[in-house]
Structure formats: C-alpha cells, structure tokens
C-alpha cells in the first residue's frame, strides 16, 4: 500500500515509490486523467472467511494434517502483494493441522530474476519469519526435468517442489501484457522452473492484458499440471494495492474467479487517441523490466507522432532478469534497436536507472530523465491549445478500452 496520501488532491499526482510526484496543472491542454474503478478492500474477517471456505478444496487446516514437508511458495518482491500478512494467515492454518514451523519452507519464485533475496526478505516477509527455512529459488540451479510441453518448453522445475508433500501457492492477480493475468501456475511457472522453460515460453506469442487464453499462459498450466499445486492463495488488488478479492483452493478454478474481479478492477475507458501520455509504473516499478508492464499500454493511447512520458523508480535498477540478458535476446534487442524508427518522442524519468541502463534495452532515442524540474519543465510545455493528454497513473494495472 502507498504509505502517503496525495498532498494537492486538486493536482495530478503520480504514484512514485511510496509517495507521489505533483505535475504541474494543466489549463490549455484537454486532459483527461484514466484510473481505475476503486473497490472497497476487504475486511480482515473476509479475508480469513476466504482461507478457510475454499473454491473446489478442503481447508489447509484439513490436507495438512500429517504432512512433514510444507513449501509455500511465494511471489518476490517485484509483485505488490503484503505477502506477511497473508503467509501468516496461512501458517496460522498449518499450525491448527499440526504442522510445526520447522517443517515449512518458504521458497520465493524468482524465475529469471537475480539478485532478489535482499528485497524479498525486506519487502515480502519482514521479520516475523526470520527463524523459518527460506530459499530464493535459482532458475540456472539445481533442477528437475519433467520432459517437454507441447509448445516445446523443457519442464524444469525446482526440485523442493516435487519433494514436498503439500504445496501452497500464495500470489498477486493482475493484467499482465504475456499470459493475460499472472496468478494461479504462473508462480510455479515461470516462478520456480528453469531458464530454458522460462526462454521458450517468452518466445511463445504474447497474450494481450486480460485475455487467459493464450499460448504463455497454456504452456504455463500444461507445465504445472505436471506437479500440481495443493492449495493456491490469488490476491486481486485495488490500484491502491489493497487486497478487494482472495481466491483460494484449487489453482485453476480459484485463479478464473480472481480473474473475473480482476478485469473489473483493472478496466478504464479512453475518449480519444491522445497527443501525449503521462504514466506512472505504480506498483511495478521496482526495476525497468518490470516498468516494461506500464510501458506496453502508455504507447497505445497516443498518435504516432505523440509523446509518453513515463515516471519510474527503478531502485534495483534495470534488474537482473537472466532471460533478457541471454545471447539470443541480446541478438534480437541489438536487431530491434538498429532497425528502430519511431516518430515519438519518448521519455523516462527515473531516480535510479543509468543512461547505459536504459540504453542496453532500448534505443538511444529514448530520453532519460532524472532531475524533477527538467521533467516539470517537459510536461509544462505540452501545456497547449488543441493538445490532448492522458494521465495514467497506475499505467502496469490499467487495462485500456476504446469507444
């Protein structure tokens, strides 16, 4: 959750790290600011209501009984889940079946993403676990092959996954340019699998935001239907990253719940195509791989010839996602760059992400920012007559209809 509240309510804020970014007003430009619908959060009473009724599955209290080698798998901490909270709910269950905490591991699915044990620790468990068995899971690591999905992918998956006895997933659902919506397998895979999986599923043809069925997202369920998953926990989120749904219990049938809530906490309706867009990266902005979510529907609301200006944190900086930084991938960007012909002007203002960052994986005509008055002074002179623009302040969890 955003820790502070907008100073000016009458100014357009930007969601930046845990605060805001105040743009300067706008009275020649038409303007019109796209946020999603806001949905009441639920209640701490709804959200163990939830855990303990599952979709299509008896409670953790019930098929944790006798086990000795509990995983909760968790999402890291580029996703925006208060992943404690709910692993403590959940914990709490195991405790009742008889578990005890030297039996629990928590393993984090990484995926391709290096260097994440600092922020996960800090970000997704705090203390409150520090005594219990957790591993960032390592896609060049030690791994157990499963054969190949029809779409070719080699079924690589962590190994604790296939010893443990009971696996609990624990996740975020949201729109997601790739697989539609993350959520339900997508924890184990791409989350916990290896490389050469994660590879040839990112080479599969993308899914457009809120469409599940797609060849990411097919490739995933067929990967996970190999090792299953014995109680899934999905969050759906408000843009204010509270939790307004929590699906639990069978990880297919409660991930299409979670769907349906999802689609109606994500839609906004856009009026026109615009001459400039203003988009915030809020709550993926962690490192810019993750910002690439914002990035993808920004572009689609202006004219050819318009400019996107995009406002992102980036603390880990570019991030370490092994895939993007692959041979093959490297060929392809270094192809895309060279041929790289846009009218656009495009922007990013970051506090943390270097030139040669941004410029490893896109093109040189893409400008960095990362002083504030430089980019108040930018968007003031979008400031005129005839001009429209859009505001999109939760660009990564915004899902865009047209008239």
Known sequence: ????????KNA?????????????IFSNAEITELIPPYIEP?????????????IDNAPVSEIAKGKNNVLIILENATRPLDTSFIASLVVDELRQAGVVDKNITFLFANGAH????????????GNQFKNFRIINHDCEGKLTNLGKTNLGSPILINPLVIEADLKIAIGTIEPHYGDGFPGGAKILFPGCAGLEWIFNNH?????????VDN???NDTEESTGKVGIDFLVNAVLNYKREIVGLY??????AHREGVNLSLKTSVARLPYKADFCIAGSSPFDLNFIQTLKGITPTRTVIKEDGTYIMLTSCRQGLGNHRWLLDERMLERRYKRNANYDSA???IIYSTHLSEDELHSYYPKQVKLIDDISKLRQMIASLDKPGKKGVILPYSPVTILQYP
């Open 114 to 125: 290096k260097d994440m044990q600092e922020y996960n620790y800090k970000d997704k468990l």
């Open 215 to 217: 060849q990411w997202r």
């Open 344 to 346: 656009m002007a495009e």
């Open 203 to 211: 080479s599969l043809e993308r899914g457009e935001f809120g469409v």
């Open 12 to 24: 357009i804020n930007i969601p930046f790290e845990n605060s805001f970014i105040e743009l300067p």
């Open 1 to 8: 959750m955003l820790d502070k509240k907008a100073k000016n």
């Open 42 to 54: 639920l209640n701490y009473q709804q959200i163990l209501h939830s855990i303990k009724n599952p």
């Open 248 to 253: 639990c219990g069978d990880w297919i049938k």
